[in-house]
């Protein structure tokens, strides 16, 4: 197990730094700069002394390879650079916010699981039903909806509304202010979950095995219990590792909406002005997060088939 785990570990470094190398090229064949951003604020036209002088405060006017190793370089060390807008190390100004990213992806994922996996299991031991054709009707409804139309609605109704909780603002960390954007990040991987669910137990349910217990005279309870559960847990884990390992992507739309004070909230922002050095940052942040919960899932594979470990 700890060979297979530092294979994995192993096998991230490679795309961390095919990662790095797209985030460099895209921001920096993109026209624009953070100086020509502060010199286009509408006062006036760009004093070409007053811009040079701040692309090499920050470094701009160097060439692009040596940007570059200086970047790689940086990344090898864990320096991300310094903002040019918070004047701040890249690793201090995320490591202030990642904690708010971090709270509402986990919320947002334990809403889905709770609710999505026991949807779609109860559905698929009940197919035909009632309560099966409503679960994908859900389902289909919750990939379907358009996450900031949803957080609208969600606000318009539970803050303006009725009152019951505020709108936006992360309120010091007070719980009601997570309840809305929670919920509206955590819609779509419940529907993906619940459908996944679904057609995962009534495949297993066709299987040999399945009938097999079941004409030896095992109880459905039995059947689910020791064979059905433990083969569908692969799929589901899989669902939920890739949804997890994507929601602070995901997170961006839901952050600004919310203005939930998060990476996501920092990325849009930054890209707004051109802190490059923050947008790449928090871009290989969200990446490495995503290669951490996938290596964590493969991890848990293994654990749970052996036979992965030889693949």
Known sequence: ???????????????????????????????????????SDGRGGADPETLARIKAEFGLDKPVYVRFYEYIVGILKLDLGMSFRFREPVTDVIGSRIWASFVLSVAAMAFAIVIGVPLGFIAALRPGSILDTSTMIGAVSGLSLPQFWLGLLLMYFFALQLGWLPSFGYGGGDWRYLILPAITLGVTPLALLARTTRAGVLEIMNEDFIRTAHSKG?????????????????????????????????????????????????????????DIP?????????VVWFLLINTFVDIIYAAIDPRIKQT
Do not use: C, Y
């Open 218 to 274: 095992m109880s459905n309870s039995r059947v689910v219990r020791w064979h059905l559960l433990r083969n569908v847990m692969v799929l589901v884990i899989t669902t939920i590792g890739l949804q997890f390992g994507s929601m602070m992507g995901q997170a961006v739309v839901i952050e600004k909406l919310f203005a939930w004070p998060g990476i996501g909230l920092l990325l849009v922002d930054s890209v707004a002005i051109r």
């Open 1 to 39: 197990m700890l060979r297979f785990t530092i294979r994995r570990i192993l096998q991230m470094i490679p795309t961390i730094l095919a990662v790095a190398l797209l985030i460099f090229v895209i921001f920096s064949i993109i026209p624009g700069s953070f100086a020509s951003s502060l010199m």
């Open 278 to 286: 923050v947008v790449q940052g928090t871009i290989l942040v969200i």
